[in-house]
């Protein structure tokens, strides 16, 4: 088979696999960089989270990203979308950006500023709220499995590195 026409049928697998909802490029935040979802979160297990740079719960930043390190290398990938749905988010993408990355280093994706509940929000948010409930305040978390599908959901107060979250978490990563 040839070359070109492997790498077609791989492509159309991969995209019949992935979920719609996932099937989505976006733009990283204060970038031109642009991922698509699909390809970001093939096989891996996906924290989704609805951040905001200047919410009392911003401190889970630090624990994010942890986790982001820790298990990366075991399948994980985070995914975070700043929005000002629930007014704590900056109107400049540019100091969303230096919030996550200079102050709490965050290396995971960062996307561009969107809505992530109500008619507004993003598909990804859509879907999500649709399987469980739409984000009541920043810093809701989602998880996905290797198969893009949702696991729980879980709100603002319960940190990344604390269970149950991080029982299933590490539950779906050895699956």
């Not at 733009?27 to 979802?37: D, G, P, Q, W």
């Not at 990938?77 to 990355?101: H, I, M, T, W, Y």
């Not at 992530?116 to 996905?144: H, I």
Request: with cysteine; charged share 20%.
């Amino acid at each position: 088979m040839k070359p070109l026409l492997l790498a077609a049928l791989l492509a159309a697998t991969t995209a019949q696999a992935c979920p719609d909802y996932l099937n989505q490029e976006l733009r990283e935040l204060a970038t031109t960089t642009r991922h698509n979802l699909c390809q970001l979160t093939e096989g891996k297990v996906v924290l989704v989270v609805n951040t905001a740079s200047y919410c009392g719960y911003t401190k889970q930043f630090a624990d994010l990203e942890r986790l982001h390190r820790q298990y990366g290398a075991k399948g994980l990938v985070v995914l975070g979308f700043p929005s000002n749905d629930f007014r704590q988010e900056d109107g400049s993408e540019q100091k969303a950006a230096d919030v996550c990355r200079r102050d709490y280093g965050v290396t995971f994706p960062m996307f561009n500023f969107s809505h992530v509940r109500g008619a507004e929000a993003n598909s990804l948010f859509k879907a999500l709220a649709a399987q469980s409930k739409a984000p009541d305040w920043n810093f809701n978390k989602y998880l996905l499995g290797r198969d893009g599908k949702l696991i729980a959901r879980y709100g603002a107060g319960q940190t990344p590195d604390r269970n149950p979250l991080l029982r299933q978490l590490e539950q779906a990563l050895g699956q």
